[in-house]
């Protein structure tokens, strides 16, 4: 069974940086690419950023670009979010998704990790 | 930027009708388009990609179509609980990987 636990959400102040963890389990992670995405209060999912199963292509949000950082640890299953400068704005709910092998939709999702940025 | 618009934002069916959900892409994303549903505290779940493939264990009373810029979602006979969110999603299948998601169509009980 695809399993996709996100942690490191919590209370940060405006100016910030939190680090976000999702632990990959019942599938090959090696092989899949994987994204952040998130959802505000109240609001539809917006994506944040895309890395594949290599590491070698990094995609960005440009309202994260140059604040975010994806990163990937294939040994240990990891996927990770630095967040750095954090806006009110960036409070929502984060998601750990998985692309699919060949067409890369996104076909499975984590339960979400609460990220809430205020002073 | 690809911007994908949805309508209606709101759809009251009764239980047992159909519903029609409409996604429009501002430029030409082939059959790059997947369709979620998301039920209150929950993550979206996959139900259609490629514009008109169910993913996993989706009943067959959803039904996706449209290629380029126009889709449709739909729900041939609405079960209690289809009642949720709907997103739709453009994908890339090749850098740049960039994705958009529509503001979604609530449907609700008539």
């Known amino acids: 069974e695809v399993q996709l636990v996100e942690s490191g959400g919590g209370l940060v102040k405006p100016g910030g940086s939190l680090r976000l963890s999702c632990a990959a389990s019942g599938f090959t992670f090696t092989i899949y690419s994987m994204n952040w995405v998130r959802q505000a209060p109240g609001k539809g999912p917006e994506w944040v950023s895309f890395i594949s199963a290599s590491a070698n292509y990094e995609y960005y949000a440009d309202s994260m670009k140059g604040r975010f950082t994806i990163s990937r640890d294939n040994a240990k299953n990891s996927l990770f979010l630095q967040m750095n400068s954090l806006r009110p704005e960036d409070t929502a709910v984060y998601y750990c998704?998985?692309?699919?092998?060949?067409?890369?939709?996104?076909?499975?999702w984590g339960q979400g990790a609460l990220v809430t940025v205020s002073s | 930027d690809i911007v994908m618009t949805q309508s209606p934002a709101t759809l009251s069916v009764s239980p047992g009708e159909r519903a029609t959900l409409s996604c429009r892409a501002s430029e030409s994303v082939s059959s790059n388009l997947a369709w979620y549903q998301q039920k209150p505290g929950q993550a979206p779940r996959l139900l259609i990609y490629g514009a008109s493939t169910r993913a996993t264990d989706i009943p067959a009373r959803f039904s996706g179509s449209g290629s380029g810029t126009e889709f449709t979602l739909t729900i041939s006979s609405l079960q209690s609980e289809d009642f949720a969110v709907y997103y739709c999603?453009?994908?890339?299948?090749?850098?740049?990987?960039?994705?958009?998601f529509g503001p979604g169509t609530r449907v609700d009980v008539k």
């Open positions: 999603q453009q994908y890339s299948r090749g850098p740049p990987f960039l994705f958009t």
């Open positions: 998704v998985r692309g699919d092998f060949a067409d890369y939709h996104f076909d499975y």
